[in-house]
């Protein structure tokens, strides 16, 4: 179990990459999780969902 | 008896379509297992951060001046803790933050009384043992009257601006400042050797899990907020978002950190009530949501739903 | 015993209204409507599941004290999937929250299912902010000494001592959690009472 759960693969212990425009400041790290979250949630809508024709049998 | 009208953003027609067959458990079960893959593979790969706790000891090791200072402030009552207030101490109302006629910190009081002269100075000096010349220095201070223990701490602090350390004692040239300079310099001696941090949780009780005394006197110095400040923790830096390192923080909080960075929050005295006004309000919109016209028809103007339900409006024609 | 007396008892009404309003085969659906068919469907689902492995990497952490992750590289691990979970929580439920905004899903009486939606976000932040302040390392006592002003600033922190460690994990792990499950099993008891909301009616006027 030792080096697998001793340290992980990719730490982020440095310190962060920080975004600055006029008086709004955001670390890389938020940013890419609220990035992720606007891409993922288009990607939701837009993403056909599986069993169109068992849908269709049913209407 | 005229038919109620129907009102398209707070009614819904009934379905009377097809059903499709629906395995909840199942759908339950793979949500769990992909989730916790998930979760497994983002602790492999990435971790969690740990930076070790300030201690007193470690502050006033790496910055001495600043403890003494700090210390001194508790003394003469300038520091952040001795001037706060409620829940603290009394302070004029002005001195806790108001929102408007409102001055509910003030109004609920005193809960957790803090005197940062005896609690933070005095008292964790007389603990220590075998501290003659200590102990008289203190009697000396004890026996005072008011105004000479403000007129010690006040010729202390004239000199203060020039503190030095040197050779494990704390230097400022002071005349007429009665047991003080000895009063600062064992104490922060005290700081460095790690005893102040015990003596400083609160309460008589071999256990206690409570350390506001300790946190308080740490955050009146420039230790802690410096070591926060080389993180981005601070207010002004968006600090109530971040974490420490590269690592994400509280991303959900960044409307109720953006008040802060714009006036007239962040030149205000009474921010903090003024932003948590703001935020209880905005929240209270949008909780209330399906009871607000023109808000609640937004998702139907916007016509994102078509999106979600293109294979039913297909389905319809 | 007569029969208006067994009607009449606690028990009797409790269980008729109960299994009235969400009989078994509600409860467990096999079937759902066929416009439910879209990829937004599956993060209420997902937020129970992350705060399912919230909880259940809790429970671990609970297991062994609040000091163990940090003496311990199991303990570290542990609690990585904690943070993680939680991270995975908070962005299942926003984009939850967009996607029953853009639905309008408080429609056909559903407003209550909206609002305890919210009251949950809210509770889950300051669950978030229990948690953070009960990490026993420099984390926790930057956030506590800072946003001590704000609880301060409403007279709560007379009562809420963010400093005090202990009281904080106590509502972390005790108080708070027993508040997230009760809303979440009547949030999601609402849904399956009301169904999950139907479409918009095309070429509807516009009144509202």
Known sequence: ?59 | MSKKAFRPDVDAPEWKGGHTPYDIIKEGTIAVVVIGLLTVLLAVVFGSPDVPAITIKSWSNHAPVDFATTALSELNGTSLTAAYGAPYNIQPASANQNLGPLKLDYWVGVHIPINTVTDFVVDPLKALPNQPVLHKSLAKWSGASASTRAAWVASYTKAAGKMKFENGQVIVNATNAGPVPLMINDLTMMARSGALDQALITGDSFYSTDYTQSLLFISDGSYLADVAGKQHLQGNQWGVMNETGSYPGSAWLWLYTFWYQISPFSTSSNADILVLATMIILTAGLTLMPFIPGLRSIPRRSRVYRLIWREHYRSQK | MSTSEIDRQWTTRLRRRGFGKLPPEKMLPDTQPSYVASWIYVFGVATISALIVVIATGCVLAIFGPQWWHVSNIGHFVNSLHLWSVEIFFFSMVVHLWGKYFMAAWRGGRAMTWITGMVLFLMSVVTALTGYVSQTNFDSQWISTQAKDAINSTGGGAFFNLLNPGQMLMWHIVLMPLVLVLLVGAHVVMVRIKGVVPPFEENVGADQ
């Not at chain 1, 759960?5 to 982020?12: F, K, R, V, Y």
């Not at chain 1, 609220?34 to 209407?59: C, D």
């Open chain 1, 1 to 59: 179990m030792g080096p697998f759960l001793s340290a992980a693969l990719l730490p982020l212990n440095d310190p962060g990459h920080y975004f600055h425009w006029h008086f709004l400041e955001i670390s890389a790290a938020n940013a890419i999780v609220i990035a992720s979250m606007v891409v993922v949630f288009v990607l939701a809508l837009v993403l056909p969902f599986p069993g169109r024709r068992r849908r269709k049998e049913n209407q």
